[in-house]
């Protein structure tokens, strides 16, 4: 099992930055491929930027790409995703997940573990 606790989401003005943590626990947080999903009320949950297990290949959706910047430290079992540039369409609920091997993944259904998500609202 792993555990994926978020953090850092809140209510920024357009224009704005935040910057989300996932801190995992409970297996070796550098054999998990992680990604960033986000979900909107009332649509389903897309993805926003994956990482390999190991520092190198990274991924992002296209409505983020230039704005977004995904990174890990292993050393402190944590995933991060800042945000710049945020945009009133960027407002959702945020998740990190896990995903078991070293593969990177832009599919849902591909990752085991999940947090609890974290808030982000940008107001216009």
């Known amino acids: 099992q792993v555990q994926l606790v978020e953090s850092g989401g809140g209510l920024v003005q357009a224009g704005g930055s935040l910057r989300l943590s996932c801190v995992a626990s409970?297996?070796?947080?550098?054999?998990?491929?992680m990604g960033w999903f986000r979900q909107a009320p009332g649509k389903e949950r897309e993805f926003v930027a994956a990482i390999r297990a190991s520092v190198g290949s990274i991924y992002y959706a296209d409505s983020v790409k230039g704005r977004f910047t995904i990174s890990r430290d292993n050393a402190k079992n944590t995933v991060y995703l800042q945000m710049n540039s945020l945009k009133p369409e960027d407002t959702a609920v945020y998740y990190c997940a896990a995903r078991s091997g070293p593969f990177r993944s832009t599919v849902v259904a591909e990752y085991d573990y999940w947090g609890q998500g974290t808030q982000v609202t940008v107001s216009s």
């Open positions: 409970g297996r070796i947080f550098s054999n998990y491929a």
